[in-house]
C-alpha cells in the first residue's frame, strides 16, 4: 500500500515538473503564441488546463501559479501591450497590485476552475469527454475574462492610454473588450477544447491504467 502512494506521488511529481517545463518553453518561445490572420491565440494556459485534469484542483491551481509568474517575467523581459499597461511608472504599490490582479491571479483561476469543472463534470459523463471539453473551455475563457477584467476594473486610465484611446467612456471601453473576448478568447477556448480534451483522454487513461497495475 505504502510502495503503490509512493509510486503514485512520484509519476504525479514528474508529470508537475513535466508540465511546468512546458509552461516555461511556451511562455518564451514563439511556440506559446499560434498566429492565424486577424487571431493571436495563446496555447501557454494548455498545460495548466491539461494538469488540472490530471494532477487535480491544488495541481493545476500550482501551474497557474507558474503560468502567473512566467506571465511577470515575461512582461519584465519582452513586454507587450498588456505589460506596458501593468508596469507603467507611477505608484509602486498599485503596480504590483495590478501585477498580481491581471497576471497572476488570472492563471491561478485558470487551473482551479478548470480542475473544479472537471471535479464536477466526470460525475455526471462517465466517459469523461463532455466534462473535459466543458471545463477546458471553462479554464481558457476563465483566463481571458479575468486579464482584461482586471484591466477593465483595476486599471482603466492606464489602459485607455495604452490603447492610444482618446476619451473613451467606460461603456465603449467594455465593447472593445468583448470584442476581443469574441476575437481572441473565443477561438482560444475552442482550441484548448480540442487539445487538452485529446491530450487529458490518453493521460488519464494511462493514470488509470497505472491505478490497476499497483492495486
Given amino acids: ?53 490530471v494532477l487535480g484542483i491544488w495541481g493545476g491551481t500550482f501551474l497557474g501559479l507558474v503560468f502567473g509568474l512566467t506571465s511577470f517575467f515575461r512582461a519584465l523581459t519582452t513586454p507587450d501591450l498588456l505589460a506596458t499597461i501593468v508596469l507603467v511608472e507611477g505608484n509602486a504599490w498599485y503596480t504590483l497590485f495590478l501585477v498580481a490582479a491581471i497576471l497572476v491571479v488570472p492563471r491561478v483561476l485558470t487551473g482551479l476552475f478548470s480542475g473544479l ?50 476619451n473613451p467612456t467606460y461603456g465603449a471601453f467594455a465593447k472593445m473588450l ?10 482560444e477556448a475552442i482550441f484548448a477544447v480540442i487539445v487538452c480534451t485529446l491530450v487529458a483522454k490518453i493521460l488519464l487513461k494511462y493514470m488509470d491504467d497505472m491505478d490497476n497495475k499497483l492495486n
Avoid: C, Q, W
Fill in 1 to 53: 500500500m505504502e510502495n503503490r502512494r509512493v509510486s503514485k506521488f512520484l509519476v504525479k511529481l514528474i508529470l508537475f515538473a513535466l508540465f511546468s517545463a512546458i509552461i516555461i518553453v511556451l511562455a518564451f518561445t514563439p511556440a506559446g503564441y499560434i498566429m492565424i490572420p486577424g487571431v493571436a491565440i495563446t496555447t501557454v494556459h494548455i498545460p495548466v488546463i491539461i494538469g488540472s485534469f
Fill in 117 to 166: 469543472a472537471f471535479r464536477l463534470g466526470r460525475k455526471i459523463d462517465k466517459t469523461k469527454v463532455f466534462a473535459l471539453g466543458i471545463s477546458s473551455f471553462i479554464g481558457s475563457i476563465t483566463n481571458t475574462i479575468f486579464v482584461l477584467g482586471g484591466v477593465y476594473v483595476f486599471a482603466f486610465e492606464r489602459a485607455v492610454a495604452g490603447f492610444g484611446l482618446e
Fill in 178 to 187: 468583448l470584442g476581443i473576448v469574441a476575437l481572441n478568447g473565443v477561438p
